[in-house]
């Protein structure tokens, strides 16, 4: 079975790449930044939004989606994709980091994760087998392997139990998802569709498949080692030895200085392969995106443009707007006049300090709307900028 195909059609030499990844349900150029869609929603932006906003990826996050509705549900309807209406690609987490920072009455040993939830107080218990099977069913263009995202500062000791349980779960990840991975809920009706798509008919699904290059999921191995660079080594050259689809690295932006986050990322880059994708997973700042974006990351998600928003903190060209401040009360200009993004072209600033006055729920979603497309346009900029020059014309 053909999983992703990673092409890059560019390099800087500072080593950023632009690329693109071709997905069962998308191909998406990169380097991309990812919306967070926790419960199987980007917050209070609806799907139609987000592809016109040119999303092609989002993430789902399987801890959440395993307590309510369920994965089984999900896995009989079809699929993530199917069960939410979003044709292009989705990427699930493995659950660990929510875990970790959630659940109550966590009990880790070498087999897995025994917790409580944060929704009702009933226990459960996460293995890595578990999170794949759960990732399975979720149908996700990519699966990540089962962690523990190891907590900042942790002492070298600490670190090292942690990386050594990262180690062997991404094993025990990787072998689970090799024997199960055709259970997919879609695998069935990609293969339907290329078939259509070879005898030149048209598919009535075809609209949820985006590239008849790619058939089934993708798993990606996570790097872990705290803040220590010689652990970090030594879990890239294990996980390389492993064989994922895909890198990420984990366990950053969890409280430690912005210095020591970018060394980190510079001291894995160099270690995993040229030619499989990269992810720094919960990055970041719109300037730290572009700053990681052309030193070679290939993907980034965050929560940060959404819940932001639903605080009233807008990201713009002209820096951070607190839209609640009563400056704005009758400032007729677009949130951010340098923005393309159908909020901009519509609405004041004076309207959208209205709404989060008011408390009313539209405040969220305009906001939202803006700053996603502040941050996937940052990219977009990066990747043209990655693209060789035209010739100049004469
Ligand atoms: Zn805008």
Partial sequence: MVSLQFQILAESPAGGRRGRLILPHQTVETP???????????????????????????????????????????????????????????????????????SSLRKVTDDGVQFRSHLDGSSHFFTPEHSIDIQIALGADIVMAFDECTEYPADRARAEKSLRLTMAWAQRSRDHFRAHQH???????????????????????????????????????????????????????????????????????????????????????????????????????????EQYARLGVDMMDCVLPTRAARHALLFTSEGRLNIKNKQFAEDQSPPDPACQCPVCRRYSRAYLRHLVQANEPLSATLNSIHNLAYYLEIMQRVRKSLEPNPAPAN
């Fill in 32 to 102: 991309v930044f990812m919306p967070v869609g926790t419960q199987g929603t980007v917050k209070a932006v609806p799907q139609d939004a987000l592809e016109s906003l040119g999303a092609e990826i989002i993430l789902g996050n399987t801890y959440h989606l395993y307590l309510r509705p369920g994965h089984e549900p999900i896995r009989r309807m079809g699929g993530l994709h199917k069960f939410m209406s979003w044709p292009r690609a989705l990427l699930t987490d493995s659950g660990g980091f929510q875990v970790f920072s959630l």
């Fill in 183 to 289: 259970e997919v809920p879609w695998r069935n009706q990609i293969e339907q569709d290329q078939a259509s798509h070879e005898r030149g008919v048209p598919h009535p699904s075809s609209a949820w498949v985006g590239s008849h290059e790619a058939h089934t999921q993708s798993l990606f191995g996570i790097v872990q080692g705290g803040m220590h660079r010689d652990l970090r080594r030594q879990c890239a050259e294990r996980l390389v030895e492993m064989d994922f689809d895909g890198y990420a690295i984990g366990g950053l932006s969890v409280g430690e200085p912005r210095d020591l986050t970018l060394e980190i990322i510079s001291e894995v880059l160099p270690l995993l392969p040229k030619d499989k994708p990269r992810y720094v997973m919960g990055v970041g700042y719109p300037d730290e995106i």
